[in-house]
């Protein structure tokens, strides 16, 4: 049976009716959300306001995507350490950590505490707590997935508003600074990679490693030529107070120094000398453990201000040359026409992929790329006992900009020497050990041995007699070396003749 056109009609006005009055409610749901929620809301928190007058301020332990941790909390947490040990603050557990001096603690509120702090009459409070991480695939979210996430709260009467937000709060900031500097161990880091409790006492894992940095070396005691020692510590001087020129010209605030010579002459004692006369912390940095680029741009964020940032041997850490290449190439061609791969090659090939993929790009980046303008006041130094082998690229101004060459004792460091060692400003044997070192080469590190006493009856003129006997040894085979060649130089000869 057929519908009448009236029933079609009747049916189709119900279908319109029905989508009009689906609209109205939609539109009606947003307009009530949008304007009675948004009063509802207000009064709200106008009623919150009445029945808890407090504002709060959160301060995180980690910046943005938690790739370094904020400079504000730890200013905090150092300001906080005073009042966590008054016994009137009210703190029941805390956090020790050791501090200078052999029995010293800085101690700290524990999670979950609450210390008050009166600020010109105006009180307010500060809560510890944490939360754990929320879970990612991430790098990051894997790095810090066993750690929990801190935080500091501050609490305080919104009439007090302008007070803590515009003083306190600044004042907080710069006494936790003085506080810092005053608690402070120098520190010589290394990136081994760990798992275990931070300087805070909660469980992550740590790119950087570190011991507290005890070494003795200062320019004082480094036997050098006293006009190229002044001219590095001047050359210090002015970068360390720098900053506004940095700033002015529009150059991030850092500084490479190549050091360059042969071994034992001093390059190493060199970079203590700089750290202890900076107070800067050092982080030495083994290449062949970072296994990419990626992995050096993340351990150089870590890394803090005023800190030496080191790369050891630097022509023997990677081959940073581009010769790798060139070399896996040419590898690869010979086994495509031998055939197949032996297996000796299969095996390098296999180490090569574990290994550190470090490039000479990434090495540059790390120098003077965008990432090397996070923070300031940093040294990069660069060692190597062939500065012919590195690329140019490498060392060129801009990236090394001040390359100092630590070259073989001279006269005038060796007198140097021998007032640290000996207590001796002149010695009947000072003109033999002159003439002899203009004769040979030999290492301020080998002369410092020879003048150390080794036993009760040992004294300035039995260790000086030593050093003479030393140099002329190294004379003797130096002669006996140009003799041997020369006769090797006339056979060669001899035998082209022939020919």
Same mark, same amino acid.
């Given at each position: ?31 009530? *959300? ?29 910046? *943005? ?71 990612? *695939? ?347 060649? *020369? ?13």
């Amino acid at each position: 049976m057929e519908a009448s056109p009236a029933a079609w009609a009747s049916l189709n006005s119900g279908v319109v009716l029905s989508l009009i009055a689906v609209l109205c409610s939609m539109v009606w749901n947003n307009l009530e *959300g949008l304007f009675f929620g948004r009063h509802f809301n207000r009064h709200a928190r106008r009623l919150a306001a009445i029945v808890d007058p407090y504002l709060s301020v959160t301060v995180a332990e980690y910046d *943005g995507g938690r790739m370094k941790q904020s400079d504000a909390y730890k200013e905090v947490q150092a300001y906080l350490q005073r009042a966590s040990c008054d016994a009137g603050g009210g703190v029941r557990h805390l956090k020790a950590e050791p501090a200078k001096g052999a029995d010293a603690l800085v101690l700290s509120m524990g999670d979950n505490e609450e210390v008050a702090d009166v600020f010109r009459g105006v009180n307010v409070s500060w809560q510890a707590y944490s939360k754990p991480p929320q879970e990612n *695939g991430g790098y990051w979210g894997r790095r810090h997935g066993q750690a929990d996430r801190r935080f500091y709260h501050l609490f305080f009467l919104e009439r007090d508003r302008d007070l803590v937000l515009g003083e306190y709060l600044p004042y907080v900031r710069r006494e936790g600074r003085a506080v810092m500097v005053k608690n402070r161990q120098r520190k010589l880091f290394t990136n081994l990679s760990t798992e275990g409790t931070d300087d805070n006492g909660w469980w992550c894992t740590n790119l950087w490693s570190h011991v507290v940095f005890e070494h003795p070396k200062t320019f004082e005691t480094l036997a050098m030529k006293p006009a190229k020692k002044k001219e590095i510590m001047d050359d210090l001087d002015a970068f360390r107070n720098g900053k506004e020129y940095y700033a002015r010209v529009g150059k991030p605030w850092k500084r490479g120094y190549l050091l360059y010579g042969p071994p034992g002459t001093g390059k190493s004692t060199m970079i203590a000398a700089m750290a202890n006369y900076l107070d800067y912390d050092i982080y030495d940095i083994e290449l062949t453990s970072v296994r990419t680029n990626s992995d050096l741009r993340k351990i150089f964020i870590e890394t803090t201000n005023k800190s030496i940032i080191v790369i050891e041997d630097i022509d023997c850490s990677l081959d940073l040359t581009g010769k790798r290449k060139k070399k896996k190439k040419a590898k690869d061609a010979a086994a495509a026409k031998d055939g197949d791969k032996k297996d000796g090659d299969q095996e390098e090939e296999d180490k090569d992929k574990e290994g550190s993929k470090v490039t000479l790009s990434g090495v540059l980046n790390f120098i003077d790329g965008l990432w090397s303008a996070c923070g300031g006041e940093r040294i990069i130094v660069f060692t190597t006992n062939h500065v012919d082998k590195l690329d140019p690229a490498l060392i060129r101004r801009g990236r090394m900009d001040k390359h100092i060459e630590m070259s073989y004792c001279c006269f005038e460091a060796f007198k140097f020497l021998g007032k640290i060692y000996l207590g001796l400003e002149s010695h009947h044997l000072f003109d033999a050990v002159e003439s002899l070192l203009g004769e040979v080469e030999i290492t301020p590190a080998d002369v410092s041995e020879n003048l150390t006493p080794k036993s009760d009856g040992d004294n300035a003129d039995t260790c000086l007699a030593d050093l003479v006997k030393e140099l002329k040894r190294m004379k003797a085979e130096k002669a006996q070396a140009a003799l041997a060649g *020369g006769k090797e130089a006339a056979a060669a000869a001899d035998d082209g003749e022939e020919e």
